[in-house]
């Protein structure tokens, strides 16, 4: 089959691979036919490149077609038509019965004390081959496929792997009052989609959107969210006090951080990040374990931003153990911070009554490109350096 694999910092190729197979009585075998390109996948094409090895098959969105299935899963069937979650959960450990799948005491990583295996996602979760390929063995499978409609193109369903979820529970976590004001800073993907599904369950009477990319702030303006373009500001305290102004001098009752470690933060964050490159492997793996090499602009901003006794919602991606916070600060002002990726499973069946002709949610216009996998190369690049407008790229084998 093709793949879309790992061969170092800054560069993907598609590669023919084996097929892969079912290996135990709780797998299945999915034929791929849409597969996302997320924020997180830039993290390995740069950040996090010490825990990657040559080779590794990238990609956590997928969606396709049951081809197989062990004799231990029963809920799908070959021909099923199903979305892949991004973790990797058995369903009946206590942290999945406790809504927590990514912490899944089954796949739990206990080499390096992380969560449950990630498709596609480093050695730090498992090294699991990923889903931007034609095919994709699927562990677990007794609980983790969530079966879906045909006659809907992909759009409608593919992003109840990632985004919708991860945006969902960004909001859950936001804790925003009935009536209050929401900030989100990052307007990406995960951003955008917090910003609708606030308004769109009335958690919010304002939402305030906070990027630097042209084309994001043009599309939550037309989805009425206030937007607020770094570029116009020369200094964070200048931002901050911009939106204080706006609040009655308190701030948002919650801010959405969903940026993460793509921050656009200090210079000697992005050298130590890029010196990992070139280090020894294991030397590099613990630089960016250790050392701090997170760029903390946007949770910092966050920090500023919240009102006093306000809720941050953490749902970007950090990957190290990063600078030191302001913790003087947190507990001076009583915040509350909740964090975690985002357990799909437990937010699927809220999310589903939403994904309807009447599309509350704009999935089915979502994506702003669809290549084939073949041109996966570019897709990153292009998504990278945030060319033609790119903000969500799906492609298909």
Known sequence: MRAVTWQGRHDVRVETVPDPIIKEPT?????????GLCGSDLHLYEVLTPFMTPGDILGHEPMGIVEETGPEVTHISPGDRVVVPFQIACGHCWMCRSGLPTQCETTQ??????????????????????????????PQAQYGPIKVPEGVQDDRYVYLSDVLPTAWQAVEYAEIPRGGTLA?????PIGIMACRVARVRGMADRVIGVDLVPER?????????????????????DLVEAILSTTGGRGPDAVIDAVGAEAHGSPLGRTAQRVTGFLPRD???KLTEKAGVDRLAALRLAIALVRRGGTISLSGVYGGMADPLPLMTMFDKQIQLRMGQANVRRWADDIFPLLTDDDPLGVDGFATHRMPLEEAPRAYEMFQHKEDGAIKVLMRP
């Open 27 to 35: 797998d299945a075998v999915v034929r791929i036919t849409t597969t």
């Open 109 to 138: 990583v206990a080499e390096h004390g992380t969560g449950a295996e990630l498709f596609g996602y480093t050695k730090l979760y498992g090294a699991v081959a990923g889903g931007q390929a034609e095919y994709l063995r699927v």
């Open 184 to 188: 989100v800073l990052g307007l990406g």
């Open 217 to 237: 702030l043009r599309r939550a303006r037309a989805d009425g969210v206030e937007v607020h373009d770094l570029d116009d500001f020369s200094r964070q305290e």
């Open 283 to 285: 030397w590099a793996a």
